[in-house]
């Protein structure tokens, strides 16, 4: 096709308005992503369907934002859906037609918003400081010139009380290592530019309020003082304003989404903002921390994360730090969020002063590090909002964070080559394992792993030292199992369900595949109590990753949708072996389910660098497995039996036999089935009790001729059929004409076309669902589960955000006095008693 040029004036104009969009507005008008193969132009598109061009999404490769003043209904996919009604009924022929570049579109919902990762901490200073040590703090100040009135407070610096548990990082300064032209973007409720700590490190050029659509991310509410907090802790300069930041030469933007209205689309342009700029995004929040929700970020977040890895600091790419998550007094765990169980996310974990593990802080398999923060009485000393304000109550693994992101930069500042995979290489490798009970155990590396503490405490002398010397790793490959079906229910108690799949050395040359860094694992289990579940899995090393476990609070009727779990305690091995997966139902109860299917995906070092490309862009259809990047023959599987597991005997195959709206939890989303009805069909005469399910059987519009539904089912399926078969064949000759781009898929002609009708029926599903998930019905129903969650208990947790108006008055007071008199580890009762009660109150739940 020709590529026409208005479309290359329309990019080079909107180039020229510097990538950057107009504001939105969602009070007037609704916003449209659509990903837009290159046969049409986006006005084109627009003047199609009376839409207004608005400019590219961002970084993300052939995506557009479109708008319209407000509608009720879905302009693009009812025009999607409608071209395809009329080619089906033959009104329109199979002739190219603008909407066919129509690649992905959503309509942007305004979501749920994100909880801020902090906890109100419990704060009363006891114990004298050892002598020693304040001596020795003294003495690094002086070389330093570090004047800063509350950096002898700063115990996450230099730890006077308990020598020896801090970052570690004086002597990484005392070499010049300040974070020199590195930049941290703080992506949170906003940051005080004006602040004296912050304003000589702001960087104007990488900020942007994406609540507000303005240029700079000021806090505007009372509750907005996260971002500045944490902002602080990155960057705070060397002056005479609070204290100092781990890389107080570093430059610091801030991006604000946690204040208001976000769909979507701004928060991917919010995750990729100005990505050759901005090096590290700071992530302290995420889905909430409440033990029963489970989300993961939407496709077009999902496409964001990938671009910034691919593109970002040229191609090295960004580096994301995430809050582990506050959850775990109420049983949460990190790989129940999609962005700290992300393999492109660093995430990090909360240790206290005493290097306890800290009531709040989520374990996972998905966790890498941890880094100081609140408990056992103290919590970290920081800049405030306001002009000369401080803080000494952050806290929470939102606080550790930040910590996490200035010892990256100064990491970077000594090597800014390293890419976003050597950065965690030399986080374990390089995180220092510590006197704790945990489930400590040596992994392949010979690196400590806990699932509470990851690798171990960062120490910034440790990281920089090491990072000086690396040698940078390869590219990253993948292996990718094929589906394995198992459909066996799962026994109560402690017994579990066991599945094995075996990697073959063979299968992973083929794959030009090295060495494990991160697994993943994406599973389909129904359970009627989502939070009785638990899933280990075991390495052909023998090392046990926990990826799930039990949640007493998550009632959650339909198990396990496709969803992914993520570890990094496998980290080294080769990955040739039996890779075996138990999921247990760990409560003797009226619950119970069924291991339906899982998939494994091995990430790491590549053999070949010269052969080995970038991984595709998520779509849609990932977990449908159609373009899985092995062509994985049909495998044999063996079963072992690991100690106290039944195992069975699952059925490998690239083609899933259940079709993508086929999935258990349908039921209370009547919304897709309107598209779904023409789509099904021919599954429902494969399997017939699934569309049977009388809740969602047909939308209003189709008669139902007084006859039941079982009838009608047949009535409509044979119709169905009739109407797919000839749409399968009209898209088989139209098909057939084209380039074909996919050569994977050659060898399975007709039964691919039923796949890629279900496709896009899938697709089409996933439009008419709007944003959420951005996908298929499947992944919209996330988003559903969690707004559920959200509205139990946002408010609460919004307003007791808020509800702490009086905190930075009090923190101002205390350092008043304190500044008095710097260095006396004097606190009144007050601030304690203040702490644990305004917004106490609301965390302390936790
Ligand atoms: C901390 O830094 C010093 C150098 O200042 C180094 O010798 C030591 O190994 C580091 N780690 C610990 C745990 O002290
Ligand atoms: C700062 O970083 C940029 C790229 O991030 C690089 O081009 C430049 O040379 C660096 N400047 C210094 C002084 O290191
Ligand atoms: C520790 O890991 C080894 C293999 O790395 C394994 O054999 C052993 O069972 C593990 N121990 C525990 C307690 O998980």
């Known amino acids: 096709m020709r590529v026409l040029n208005p479309w290359t004036l329309l990019a080079a104009a909107s180039l020229a308005m510097a990538g950057h969009l107009p504001p939105r507005n969602y009070a007037t008008h609704d916003y449209y992503a659509i990903h837009l193969s290159s046969s049409i132009s986006p006005t084109e598109l627009a003047a199609h369907l009376g839409l ?6 961002g970084e993300l490769a052939d995506h557009h934002v479109f708008k319209t003043p407000k509608h009720d209904n879905d302009i693009v996919n009812d025009a999607v859906q409608e071209l395809k009604r009329r080619r089906r009924k033959r009104e329109v022929g199979l002739e190219p037609h603008p909407l066919d570049s129509v690649q992905f579109n959503q309509k942007q919902k305004i979501k749920p918003r994100h909880w801020k990762r902090s906890v109100i901490p419990e704060v009363s200073r006891a114990g004298p400081p050892a002598s020693d040590a304040v001596t020795t703090q003294r003495e690094i100040a002086r070389a330093l010139e570090i004047k800063d009135p509350i950096f002898e407070e700063q115990w996450h610096i230099f730890n006077v009380k308990a020598p020896g548990n801090d970052l570690n990082v004086t002597d990484v300064w005392m070499q010049g290592i300040t974070g020199k032209n590195v930049t941290a973007c703080i992506v949170d409720d906003g940051l005080d530019m004006d602040s004296e700590d912050l304003k000589d490190n702001f960087f104007a050029e990488g900020s942007y309020d994406f609540n507000d659509h303005v240029d700079l991310p000021k806090p505007r509410l009372s509750d907005d003082r996260h971002g500045t907090r944490c902002a602080g802790e990155v960057s705070a300069g060397r002056n005479n304003a609070c204290g100092v930041g781990v890389a107080y030469d570093s430059r610091i933007s801030g991006v604000r989404i946690l204040s208001g209205d976000i769909t979507d689309m701004d928060e991917s342009l919010a995750i990729n903002y100005e990505l050759q700029k901005n090096d590290i995004y700071s992530c302290s929040w995420g889905p909430p921390d409440d033990g029963k929700t489970m989300q993961a ?312 660098p010269s052969t080995q490309g970038l991984r595709p862009m998520p779509t849609e259809h990932d977990d449908d497995d159609h373009d899985a990047i092995t062509t994985a023959p049909a495998h044999t599987t063996t079963i072992s039996v690991p100690t106290g597991a039944a195992t069975v005997t699952a059925n490998p195959s690239d083609h899933p036999d259940r079709p993508v709206n086929q999935k258990p939890t349908n039921t209370n989303n009547p919304g897709p089935s309107s598209t779904a009805a023409f789509g099904t069909p021919v599954s429902a005469t494969s399997t017939p009790s699934a569309t049977s399910s009388p809740d969602n059987f047909l939308p209003s519009p189709f008669p139902t001729f007084g006859v039941s539904k079982r009838t009608q089912i047949w009535i409509y399926g044979s119709i169905g059929l009739i109407l797919v078969f000839c749409a399968s064949l009209a898209t088989y000759l139209y098909l057939a004409r084209r380039k074909r781009l996919r050569s994977s898929r050659d060898n399975y002609e007709f039964e691919i076309l039923d796949d890629a009708d279900n496709d896009e029926e899938g697709a089409r599903t996933g439009m008419l669902n709007g944003t959420t998930g951005g996908g298929k019905g499947r992944r919209a129903k996330r988003g559903g589960e969690l707004y559920d969650a959200f509205a139990g208990e946002s408010d609460e947790d919004l307003l007791s955000d808020s509800d702490g108006e009086n905190e930075p008055y009090r923190d101002e007071k205390e350092y008043d006095e304190k500044t008095g008199m710097v260095g006396g580890g004097s606190s009144d009762g007050s601030d304690a008693g203040s702490g644990s009660g305004a917004s106490g109150s609301s965390r302390g739940r936790k």
């Open 52 to 57: 207004t061009y608005e400019g590219k999404l």
């Open 297 to 608: 970020p939407g496709l077009l977040i999902e496409k964001a994360m990938l671009t910034a890895i691919q593109k970002g600091r040229d191609g090295k790419g960004s580096i994301y730090v995430f809050a582990a998550g506050n959850g775990a007094a109420s049983d949460d765990n990190c790989n129940f969020d999609g962005y700290t169980n992300s393999i492109y996310s660093i995430t990090v974990g909360a240790i206290d002063k005493d290097n306890l593990h800290p009531y709040y802080s989520e374990a996972c398999s998905a966790q890498l590090v941890v880094t100081y923060s609140s408990g056992s009485n103290d919590a970290i000393h920081t800049t405030d909002v306001g002009a000369n304000k401080c803080t000494s109550q952050h806290g929470g693994t939102s606080a550790a964070g930040p910590i996490a992101v200035g010892t990256y930069a100064l990491v970077l500042q000594v090597r800014p080559e390293l890419t976003w995979r050597d950065l965690q290489w030399l986080t374990v490798m390089n995180a220092v394992p510590f006197d704790q009970p945990s489930d400590w155990n040596k992994t392949t590396l010979g690196r400590m792993y806990s699932h509470q503490f990851g690798y171990g405490k960062l120490d910034a002398y440790a990281i920089v030292e090491a990072a000086k010397t690396w040698k940078l790793v390869k590219p990253q490959a993948w292996f990718y199992s094929p589906w394995m079906h198992v459909k066996k229910p799962i026994p109560q108690g402690e017994q579990g369900l066991a599945s094995v799949f075996e990697v073959t050395e063979k299968m992973l040359k083929d794959a030009n595949f090295e060495r494990v860094e991160h697994i993943t694992l994406t599973m389909n289990v129904a359970h009627t109590r989502r939070g009785d579940l638990s899933v280990e899995l075991i390495s052909p090393d023998g090392y046990t990753s926990h990826l799930s476990t039990a949640r007493r609070d998550d009632e959650f009727p339909s198990g396990y949708i496709d969803w992914t779990f993520m570890s990094v305690a496998h980290w080294g091995e080769k990955g040739v072996g039996k890779w075996t997966v138990i999921v247990k139902d760990t409560k003797e109860n009226e619950h119970s389910g069924t291991f339906t299917d899982w998939k494994l995906r091995l990430w790491g070092e590549c053999i070949d």
